[in-house]
Every structure is written in structure tokens, then in C-alpha cells.
């Protein structure tokens, strides 16, 4: 049975993932096949370059000089952009934020936006947003449309306990992007990111299912059905299922009662497994944590893994190990090997991670470099029908 104590621990990890230019693209990738751990808190969510040149656990370093970004046959039209034989659509999805995608300083570009759906579209059909600040919602599904790439997108609202606004300035911006991009390339609205598990945190309190856990769903519940309400007024051409996502062992069943998903953040490198049994430890996390209580409730919410991987490097040799295996692209490549495909026969749907915020192994998930060239990993071909 995985040890989730383990996995309730990283309460000091920013969980914005940002591609692109400014973060590494793919990391986007990285996005997150997440299963849930206890990940992070947000404290800061802006993405930081991660360096041009990555080094494994033994200290040779990948390069990363060229520049990854497609090329187009005609540089007027982003559809035309040229695939890359090195990318496979295996994986089910991405989790993914567009760099510069932070108050107060948006500083993030349609242009940047399209070329990192131009990458993601060559590996997977699903990307899932953390948040709306920034127009990030209207970008991304401009970028799907100039390209013309099949995808669909989980829009996202990232209300915190401590900021009441932050929920209906988001709301506003996911409502316009809706309004004028219609919702054939939207497969469904998360609200709340590990909101309970910073709320808890908070109120110096762990169990999600407690007074104090109730207290904080009450308001996320009223988040989430203030979103049904406005989609509901909004008359649109299909029902788009509302969910949450927090870390895997913070779900409080009151939200999980009040939505549609549910998508859990799971990470083996925090549970502080060996990478060889990691895919193994995941999926078991997952199901046991998420999926059958999920299972047991009446509305039987369907639950994704949010956020999950293995990091390729640390900034610091104190946490170039995890007590079991190292931060290594050698290691992720066996992560990879051993959890995409698998993951894809049993039917698990989930969102591959990237993150490139704080020290350690923190600026080094994903598959890509931030110029958008492919670490020294191969990719899994099991291509998704």
C-alpha cells in the first residue's frame, strides 16, 4: 500500500507550470501526468528560465543551444508548422501554463503560446490550465485555433483562501474566452487548485474531512457552483463538466460531491520511492487514494491524475537524490518507460508535469528544454486512439 504520509509533505512547492519561452516548454509536457501527492503550496507561480544547458546526476550536461521552435512552410500561417519525428502523440495529456502568465506582470505572447501548442499538439490531444490571469484562457484557445490542431483544453479558475476576488476575476476571463471562442475545443472548467491543501495549511490543520477542511470546502463549493450557474446562464451548445484538482491526499469529499472530476497531484519523487517502482507506486496511489472512494460517492466523479513525473536534474546536490534514486534524465527516461504507455493500456487518464520554479529539483520536470528541444530522453510511441 503506497505511504501516503510521504506524499503530504511538499507544502512549499509552487505548482504553476509554465512553458514556453520563458519556462521550457514542455515542461508544459511535463505537464503532468500528476498524481497526488501532497504537492505544493503557491506561493509564487511565475515561471523562471531553466538553464540552456541540463546536467544529469553524473554531471554531463544535455545540450539545449539550438532552438527547438517549429518551423513553418509558410511563416504566415501557424497551421503550416513541420512535425517533429522525435514526438509522439503517447501521452494523455499536459498540464500547462503559458510563461508570463502572473499578476501583476502578464507578460505572455500569442506567439509563445503557439508555439508551445505546436510542440504539445505533436504529443497529446488534452492540456489542462492552472489558472486565467493574464488572458491565458483566450490565448490558448486562439493558438488551438491558428494552428488548427486537434486539442482540447480544461479551462481553469485559481480562487485562494486568502484573496475572494481572485475567483470572479477569473471567472470574468474564462467567461468572455467562452463567449468568443464558443466550446468545441474546451473539454471542461477545473476550480481550485490545491485549494484545500493551502487552506489547511493555513489553518495549521491536515485532515481535509475535518471542521476546519469543511470550513474551506464551503467555500470552494461555492466557487464551483457559482461557475455551473454561469455556464448554465451562458446557453451554450453543450454542458461543460465543472471540476477540482488538489494534491492526492487532499480531496474533501464535499467538493468531490459538488463536481464533475476530479484531478489528483501525484508525485512518487516526493513519496521518496525508487524510480524503478515509481510508475507502480503512482498508479497504486492513485487508485486506491482517488479512485475508489471517488467510486463510492453517488455523482462517482471521474478522477484524472493531475500532476506526475520525475525530474531530470536538481539545482543543489542536497536534493539530487531522493533517498532511493536520483534526479536524473536517466531516471526519467525509465519513469517515462515504465508509466505512459501502461498508463495509456489501463485506461488512466493523466497529465504529464513541468515545473521550473525554486531551487533543487524544482526548475528541472518535463521533457524539453526552455528553447523547446527535447531533453536526452526518448519518448514513448504508443500512440493514444
Excluded at 53 to 65: C, E, I
Aim: charged share 15%.
Amino acid at each position: 500500500m503506497p505511504d501516503t504520509e510521504k506524499t503530504q509533505t511538499r507544502s512549499q512547492r509552487s505548482k504553476w507550470i509554465v512553458i514556453g519561452s520563458v519556462i521550457g516548454l514542455l515542461g508544459l509536457i511535463a505537464i503532468g501526468v500528476g498524481v497526488g501527492v501532497g504537492v505544493s503550496k503557491n506561493n509564487s507561480k511565475n515561471s523562471s528560465n531553466t538553464s540552456s544547458n541540463s546536467a544529469n546526476a553524473n554531471g554531463a550536461t544535455s545540450d539545449s543551444s539550438s532552438n527547438g521552435d517549429p518551423t513553418q512552410t509558410d511563416p504566415n500561417d501557424p497551421s503550416t508548422f513541420e512535425k517533429d519525428p522525435n514526438l509522439h502523440q503517447s501521452f494523455y495529456a499536459l498540464a500547462y501554463t503559458p510563461a508570463g502568465s502572473q499578476l501583476p506582470n502578464c507578460t505572455n505572447s500569442l506567439d509563445d503560446v503557439m508555439k508551445d501548442i505546436q510542440v504539445m499538439s505533436q504529443l497529446t490531444k488534452t492540456i489542462r490550465l492552472y489558472g486565467a490571469d493574464c488572458n491565458q484562457s483566450a490565448l490558448v484557445l486562439e493558438a488551438i485555433k491558428q494552428t488548427k490542431v486537434d486539442m482540447q483544453v480544461y479551462l481553469a479558475n485559481y480562487p485562494t483562501p486568502d484573496d475572494s476576488t481572485a475567483y470572479t476575476r477569473q471567472r470574468d476571463e474564462i467567461k468572455a474566452a467562452i463567449q468568443t471562442y464558443g466550446t468545441d475545443h474546451i473539454a471542461g472548467v477545473t476550480v481550485g487548485n490545491e485549494f484545500m491543501l493551502n487552506y489547511l495549511n493555513d489553518n495549521e490543520a491536515t485532515d481535509p474531512n475535518s471542521a476546519v477542511g469543511d470550513q474551506g470546502a464551503a467555500i470552494l463549493i461555492a466557487d464551483i457552483n457559482d461557475t455551473r450557474s454561469t455556464l448554465s446562464e451562458m446557453s451554450l451548445s453543450k454542458t461543460l463538466p465543472v471540476g477540482n484538482s488538489d494534491a492526492g491526499s487532499y480531496f474533501n469529499t464535499k467538493v468531490l460531491e459538488a463536481v464533475d472530476y476530479g484531478m489528483a497531484n501525484v508525485h512518487p519523487w516526493f513519496a521518496n520511492v525508487t524510480v524503478q517502482t515509481a510508475a507502480a507506486w503512482t498508479a497504486e496511489f492513485f487508485e486506491e487514494t482517488n479512485v475508489q472512494p471517488a467510486a463510492l460517492l453517488s455523482n462517482k466523479p471521474q478522477m484524472y491524475i493531475a500532476e506526475t513525473g520525475w525530474p531530470s536534474f536538481s539545482s543543489d546536490a542536497g536534493n539530487a537524490n531522493n533517498g532511493a534514486s536520483d534526479a536524473s534524465e536517466a531516471n526519467l527516461q525509465i519513469f517515462l518507460d515504465t508509466f505512459v504507455c501502461q498508463a495509456n493500456q489501463n485506461g488512466t487518464g493523466y497529465f504529464f508535469f513541468e515545473d521550473a520554479e525554486f531551487g533543487g529539483v524544482e526548475g528541472w520536470w518535463g521533457l524539453f528544454h526552455s528553447n523547446r528541444t527535447l531533453k536526452r530522453i526518448q519518448l514513448p510511441n504508443c500512440v493514444l486512439n
